[in-house]
């Protein structure tokens, strides 16, 4: 039997109706913008998000790359959430190319960041010896606070804040429609008063390959010519394009309207650990998106495994649940994520649950259960 794997929902394979899709996509030189495949999907993302045009890229990473690149001069500087996938998880991207620096703020436990440190953090531009704010940064659903989804509401005031300061608003939506779904909203209403978004079409809505940038038609042109400089002018790309297609699509083979499904099984794996002895810091009514993280702790002080590091006792509970067949991941802050997604359905998750009680046992950081779970 193959793992279940819950370590992203990158790990996702396209569905039937992709791989279909890619063997017959009609297909042209992208970089010359002949790829009729890639220029429906760009058309599609935009109508989806409400934005005036759309540029496909490699990566959730390049599409955040472009964007900055697109909006922030050298020199300028960025400030969204500090522990965002921009800031921390793309090997500072924003410095090493983009030639900006970043300003963090923490997140609040709703994924949020609080408005009046938004407004506070923006640079005074009659001070020569400041960097100048040139763009502001949400992540949406955000990862660092289990997935939370961010509302419209939310996005439309800290766009007035940037605005107001002649500053644009961009979203990095890596798991945007994870959060339209969850807040019954559209990715229009939730990207209203942003200037850009990213939004990945290889994590929930199991692409091999691939997101998109969406925006007016000025920035993505902007984005595209920078998509070029990164070396991410790619030419026959219809073939990775069309599985976006199909994932965008209204109907059976679209993706989006499915992943309340994973939101339910996020939801009751949270509920199916968080009273487990062993688990800590999981409150499961936080999981409203796919994501569950939470830590190992040791419930006997004076037993064996309260004698290792936190980092080593997670270590091993992550390998007796590879034993088990089911894989997680280590997340910031010691702990542990999962990440529920096509192809993981409920069944999987009770099996999930017995794999993570066994597992805690055999770490040493619970008792083993007084009746073997099967
Ligand atoms: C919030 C967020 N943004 C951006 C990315 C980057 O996406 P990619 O892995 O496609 O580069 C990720 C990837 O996990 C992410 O979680």
């Avoid at 921009?86 to 436990?109: C, F, K, L, M, N």
Wanted: glycine share 10%; net charge negative; charged share 20%.
């Amino acid at each position: 039997m193959p793992p279940i794997d819950l370590r992203s929902d990158t790990v996702t394979h396209p569905t039937p109706a992709m791989r279909r899709a890619m063997a017959e996509a009609e297909v042209g030189d992208d970089v010359f913008g002949d790829d009729p495949t890639v220029n429906a999907l760009e058309a599609r993302a935009a109508e989806i998000t409400g934005m005036e045009a759309g540029v496909f890229v490699a990566s959730g990473t390049m599409g955040n790359l472009v964007s900055l690149i697109a909006h922030v001069p050298r020199g300028g500087e960025i400030i969204a959430e500090a522990e965002s996938h921009t800031i921390i998880d793309e090997q500072a991207g924003h410095a090493v190319i983009v030639g900006a620096s970043a300003r963090g703020i923490p997140a609040r436990p709703d994924g949020t960041i609080d408005p009046a440190l938004v407004a506070a953090a923006f640079r005074d531009p009659l001070d020569l010896h400041e960097p100048r704010t040139s763009l502001v940064v949400l992540e949406n659903t955000h990862a660092h606070s289990m997935g939370q989804p961010l509302r419209p509401a939310y996005t439309a005031e800290i766009a007035a804040i940037a605005h107001g300061r002649g500053v644009p608003l961009h979203v990095d939506g890596a798991r945007l429609f994870n959060a339209a779904v969850a807040l019954g909203v559209s990715a229009a209403e939730l990207l209203e008063h942003a200037d850009s978004a990213t939004f990945c079409l290889s994590k929930g809505l199991a692409c091999p390959v691939g997101s998109v940038v969406v925006g007016s038609a000025g920035f993505v042109a902007r984005a595209r010519r920078a998509r070029k400089l990164v070396g991410g002018g790619m030419r026959q790309v219809g073939v990775l394009a069309a599985a976006g297609l199909v994932a965008l699509s209204d109907g059976p083979d679209g993706m989006i309207e499915r992943l309340a499904e994973d939101h339910v099984n996020a939801r009751r794996l949270a509920e199916g650990l968080a009273s487990m002895p062993g688990i800590v810091g999981l409150d499961p009514t936080r999981a409203t998106t796919n994501f569950v993280i939470f830590g190992i702790a040791a419930t006997d002080p004076g037993g064996e495994a309260a004698r290792l590091s936190r980092w080593e006792l997670r270590e091993r509970f992550l390998e007796e649940l590879r034993a088990e067949g089911v894989l997680m991941v280590s997340y910031a802050h010691d702990t542990v994520r999962a990440v529920t997604h096509y192809g993981v359905d409920i069944e999987d998750v009770d099996r999930v649950v017995q794999a993570c009680r066994r597992a805690l046992a055999a770490c040493g950081a619970a008792p083993a259960p007084a009746t073997p779970v099967n």
